[in-house]
């Protein structure tokens, strides 16, 4: 897939290029273990490692900091998941599969739902339609609320890693 869009905005929320000058607010969200550890990823543990991840990972195509509109700041992230990835999990590869977290201070605030209509928006109208897929570790009662408002049906469980991942589907 191409990169189409650079920005996105809705009410609250811009989504946005991850940039370096990211990696002090990024650290101090991912670094809660209750962030990364539910999302399948090591919290981190320091501003250097996040710069790295904002360089190694975030940099990856359709892959967005979750910015509040009043101040910029990075509070989150949405994207695209790497259909390798996906494909681990019964997920079609001509499908697309998204992922989100958000930090703490921010949750129960509907935002990430807000992102989700977002980037549900753009990747059905610049990148084609496409069927999209939210999965989470069963048990993250959050993810599941998150997909569940956003229209996303249960459709089978995967067992990666004895762990059991819940795939939901939005077609
Ligand atoms: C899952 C997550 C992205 C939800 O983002 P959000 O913007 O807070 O989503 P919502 O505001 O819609 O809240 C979703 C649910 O979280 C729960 N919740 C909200 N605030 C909460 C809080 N402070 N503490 C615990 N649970 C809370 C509620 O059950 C809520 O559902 P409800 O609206 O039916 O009450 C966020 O909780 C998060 O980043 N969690 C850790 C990482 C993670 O699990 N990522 C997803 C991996 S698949």
Redesign the pocket.
Known sequence: MTEIMTHLSSARLTLRRWRETDAETLYRYASYP???N???WPPHTSVEMSLEVIRAVFSAPHTFAVALKSTDEAV?CCGVVPSEISCEKGIPRDDVEI????G?P????????EAVELLTGYIENQLGHKRLW????DG????K??AE?CGFKYHHTANQNDCKELCYVRD
């Open positions: 209750d962030v990364g539910p999302a399948g989150g992922g989100y977290w958000l703490k921010y949750w129960g605030q509907g935002f990430i739902p939210i999965t989470f570790f993250n009662h959050k993810s609320r998150v408002k």
